[in-house]
């Protein structure tokens, strides 16, 4: 049985352009600090330096539930 693929990646940039598809607006202030808090609950994993983010598997399980 193989591994699972890496999770997808995805940047701040992008992140920020989908919530305001979805109507919703938040300042980058606001989003690197909701992204912090999901980082420090183990929920995502953030990458330096132009490497996005990415979903643990802690949060694709929370996700699930």
């Known amino acids: 049985h193989g591994r ?11 992140i920020k352009n989908a919530l305001a598809v979805a109507g919703v607006e938040l300042s980058d202030g606001r989003l690197r600090g909701l992204l912090k808090e999901l980082s420090e609950e183990g929920l995502i ?11 643990t598997e802690q949060g694709l399980m929370s996700l699930r539930h």
Not at 49 to 55: F, L
């Open 4 to 14: 699972m693929p890496p999770p997808p990646r995805i940047g701040r940039g992008a």
């Open 45 to 55: 994993r953030i990458n330096r330096t132009r490497g996005g983010c990415e979903i």
